[in-house]
């Protein structure tokens, strides 16, 4: 089997796997994830590895092994600082200090997400930056610290002002970053500005039937 068609083949499986998770068919997402984490293995190809264990940590994560995602994330940082890859590095913090997140560990989600926001500045990879920024956004807010969700906040919208979508589209991809920081305005008294960040991403999610984003998005306009 050629080299090329492995590479193509695997990442297919891993974008496919979105599909299957935006409607919440866990198992489906997993396998396919699988699929794709063993052609890898298969063509040797080990610098995307990280990329394939986020995407596995954020599916754990989102059907409740919360373990089992920040052990995927932990393993995806490791493997990107050993190749030396900032941008990946920042991806796998991301994912894991959601989960620490959802787990209620605020200073060390804080701690990894202010890792991956430094890590992609250096890498100037906005994608990974958008989404330890707004989770931070979240964190600080739950923390009881206003100040600072406030800050993480704007630095969001920022960053976002920057992103280039097609028209009706958003970053869902990062919705968790959006719905964090659409929160924190919501906290503060901010509601206009709350649903301007949200509502946009909200109405793409649902067109695009993500349930998980709908859900991050829904929840954060509640407070608005």
């Known amino acids: 089997m050629r080299f090329g068609w492995i590479v193509y083949r695997a990442w297919g499986l891993l974008e496919w796997s979105y ?24 063509g040797g190809f080990s610098t995307h590895q990280p990329v394939f264990l986020d995407t596995l940590a954020r599916a754990l994560r989102a059907r409740g092994d919360r373990d089992g995602a920040l052990a995927a994330a932990d393993e995806g940082a490791t493997h990107a600082r050993r190749t030396g890859n900032l ?3 920042a991806w796998a913090e991301a ?12 200073d060390e989600a804080l701690a990894r997400l202010d890792q991956g926001a430094a890590l992609a500045r250096q890498a100037a990879a906005p994608m990974p930056e958008i989404r330890c920024v707004g989770l931070s956004a979240r964190a600080h807010l739950e923390r009881g610290d206003p100040d600072a969700a406030r800050r993480a906040a704007a630095a969001t919208e920022e960053l976002l002002a920057r992103v280039t979508v097609p ?5 869902l991809y990062g919705a968790h970053a959006i719905a964090g920081a659409a929160a924190a305005w919501a906290a503060i008294g901010d509601e206009a500005r709350a649903r301007a960040l949200a509502e946009p991403a909200l109405a793409a999610a649902e067109r695009a039937g993500w349930a998980e984003a709908e859900g991050e998005l829904a929840l954060a306009l509640g407070d608005a």
Do not use: K, M, N, Y
């Not at 396919?32 to 052609?39: K, P, S």
């Not at 028209?167 to 970053?171: L, M, N, T, W």
């Open 19 to 42: 599909v299957a998770a935006g409607g919440g068919r866990w198992e489906e997402a997993l396998a396919r994830i699988d699929e794709a984490r063993a052609l890898g293995r298969q």
């Open 95 to 106: 994912t894991a200090g959601w989960t620490l997140l959802d787990g209620g560990g605020h």
């Open 167 to 171: 028209p009706g589209g958003a970053f």
């Open 87 to 89: 941008e990946w590095s």
